[in-house]
Nanobody
Framework: QVQLVESGGGLVQAGGSLRLSCAASGRTLSTYAMAWFRQAPGKEREFLAG????????FYAPSVKGRFTISRDNAKNTVYLQMDSLKPEDTAVYYCAAHTNGDIYWVGSYGSWGQGTQVTVSS
């Protein structure tokens, strides 16, 4: 099992930036990929970006490619999500997750989740 703790959320004006962090512990060596999702009120949880654990190769949802950047610090076992040019529609709770099996873009493929961090973008 992998334990995940997110941080870095908050309130930001439209056009601003935030960097989210996800500290991983536990059985991280067996993890295939880590990813960021978000969930806005009344909406389904949405995949944003992921990174293959062994190679640190990123992959993105088309909706955020170019605005969001995922990265990983091997020494700290931490995954980051740099979010730029934020829009009010980016307001949501952001979660990081560890892949278990299946499609890397599908929420059901991730078995370990953090508690989430709120991001609010004001217009």
């Amino acid at each position: 099992q992998v334990q995940l703790v997110e941080s870095g959320g908050g309130l930001v004006q439209a056009g601003g930036s935030l960097r989210l962090s996800c500290a991983a512990s536990g059985r991280t060596l067996s993890t295939y990929a880590m990813a960021w999702f978000r969930q806005a009120p009344g909406k389904e949880r949405e995949f944003l970006a992921g990174v293959y654990w062994k190679t640190s190769t990123p992959f993105y949802a088309p909706s955020v490619k170019g605005r969001f950047t995922i990265s990983r610090d091997n020494a700290k076992n931490t995954v980051y999500l740099q979010m730029d040019s934020l829009k009010p529609e980016d307001t949501a709770v952001y979660y990081c997750a560890a892949h278990t099996n299946g499609d890397i873009y599908w929420v059901g493929s991730y078995g370990s989740w953090g508690q989430g961090t709120q991001v609010t973008v004001s217009s």
